[in-house]
């Protein structure tokens, strides 16, 4: 419950601008990005890669306006995995996992 209300918090303050912020300055990391989107009182699965600055989403569209928030919709992030690029056919690639939206707001974290 506490880490939904953190997620919504977040959320306003542009939780994945910070983290494209931070991600244009570690250009060998990918940041999986996993929570959902609040729909007419559904919730859709959500995902989205962070990548040198840039996200991309596997889910839904979203917005390439550096002006405009990534998501329009109401979201709340579940979980985050960090991922050593490029990506490669084996786990290697693999760093770590936090399920708390503010761990990868902290550069020292995507080491």
């Not at 002006?67 to 290697?92: G, M, Q, S």
């Not at 936090?98 to 995507?110: C, E, G, I, P, R």
């Amino acid at each position: 419950m506490e880490e939904t209300l953190l997620s919504q918090k977040m959320a306003d303050i542009d939780l994945l601008n910070n983290l494209e912020k931070i991600s244009s300055l570690k250009s060998n990391r990918i940041l999986k990005v996993e929570g959902f989107i609040l729909k007419e009182n559904q919730k859709e699965h959500l995902e989205i890669i962070i990548f040198k600055g840039f996200s991309s989403s596997t889910t839904h569209p979203i917005e390439i306006d550096l002006e405009k928030k990534v998501i329009e919709f109401r979201y709340i992030l579940t979980k985050f995995k960090l991922y050593k690029a490029p990506l490669k056919e084996t786990k290697d690639n693999f760093i770590r996992e936090s399920k708390k939206s503010v761990f990868f707001l902290n550069q020292k974290n995507w080491i």
